[in-house]
């Protein structure tokens, strides 16, 4: 899979691209990922992006040229069409059959907002358009990184414990968390393990999990719960 992700804040990926499970999916080859500064699309001397919104209003908004030329430049020469995300606030609340469904791409393009936010006309040049929360961050890096992360960890290859590890997490199913889990010691300050995590009795563990997941699932997320 190819990643651009196209910023006025490149350097805040440094450490995302250089830590963890995404540093490792890009070292076995699962994916690519680029970071681009949008002003290096910009016209001007003073490399600008952002101007003044029309009907007046606070702060200042991404102009046109800039992303009309980047993504342009990003997707001339592709093979597949690729899928270009724009993040923000007023976008599809970002979930975990997304990151599925993302991972299954060729080629991700991330549009990275700033200021007050994009110029209404950039919204023709997505094919989606994401939300992570309902809550406004400065600009679209975290949310570019939040998704980044959700879906390639999802590539194959890319976890330790291969693709069994992302079938029983949370939302794997779309409706439930994951059931509690404990590791040693067994008894921590008089906190103990359910007893039937230590037995050994692999179908009754399951079990166990099964209905403890369920309940978390009713007390912390009952608007999931049918
Ligand atoms: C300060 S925000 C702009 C908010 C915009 N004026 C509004 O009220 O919807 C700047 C940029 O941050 C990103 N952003 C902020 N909150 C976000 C969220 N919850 N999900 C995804 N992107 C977000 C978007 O790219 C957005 O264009």
Redesign the pocket.
């Known amino acids: 899979m190819k990643i651009d992700i196209v910023s006025v804040q490149p350097r805040m990926f440094e450490g995302f691209l250089r830590e963890s499970i995404v540093a490792r999916a890009q070292r076995k080859g699962a994916c690519e990922i680029f970071i681009h500064d949008l002003r290096d699309f910009a016209h001007d001397k003073r490399r600008t992006v952002d101007d003044r919104p029309y009907g007046g209003g606070p702060g200042m908004l991404?102009m046109c040229a800039p992303w009309f030329e980047a993504i342009e430049t990003l997707t001339r020469d592709c093979t597949a069409r690729p899928r270009i995300i724009?993040?923000?606030?007023?976008?599809k609340r970002f979930q975990q059959s997304d990151a599925r469904e993302l991972s299954e791409a060729e080629h991700l393009i991330f549009?990275?907002?700033?200021?007050?936010?994009?110029d209404a006309r950039i919204r023709t040049l997505a094919t989606d358009e994401?939300?992570?929360?309902?809550?406004?961050?400065?600009?679209?890096e975290l949310?570019a990184a939040a998704m980044t992360d959700a879906i390639v960890r999802l590539l194959p290859g890319v976890l330790g414990g291969g693709m069994a590890a992302t079938r029983s997490e949370s939302f794997s199913d779309g409706a439930t968390l994951e059931a509690p889990q404990y590791t040693h010691p067994a008894d921590f300050r008089g906190m103990k393990v359910p007893e039937v995590l230590l037995g050994g009795d692999h179908v009754k563990a399951e079990a166990w999990r099964q209905s403890e997941a369920a309940k978390l699932t009713r007390q912390m997320r009952p608007d999931l719960t049918p």
């Open positions: 991404m724009m993040t923000t606030p007023a976008g549009m990275c907002g700033h200021y007050e936010g994009f994401f939300s992570i929360g309902d809550f406004v961050m400065t600009g679209g949310a």
